[in-house]
């Protein structure tokens, strides 16, 4: 950390508490890292899942959907229902 002393820009990290001593870095978290927040409550509940953690897969899903059509690799993608993304591949 001595290295990063005062460093004012964007910082992507995986939470870990020791980057928020960099107080002027904007910080921002990793989407793998946050999804595997809510794959790890979901598969802990194995009799009931949680539908909050079930909805917030499907969000991510949703994005990484996103992603790819960025970056060319899926055919067509559509809108339903506002948030909703349904991919027609």
Known sequence: MGNCKGYKGMLMSDGYSAWRTLKKATHFGCMAHARRMFTDVFK??????????????????????????AKGKLAAIRTVCGSSIVCRC
């Open 44 to 69: 802990g509940q194995k009799n009931k899942p949680s539908p909050r953690a079930a909805k917030a897969l499907e969000y991510f899903q949703a994005l990484y959907q996103v992603e790819a059509l």
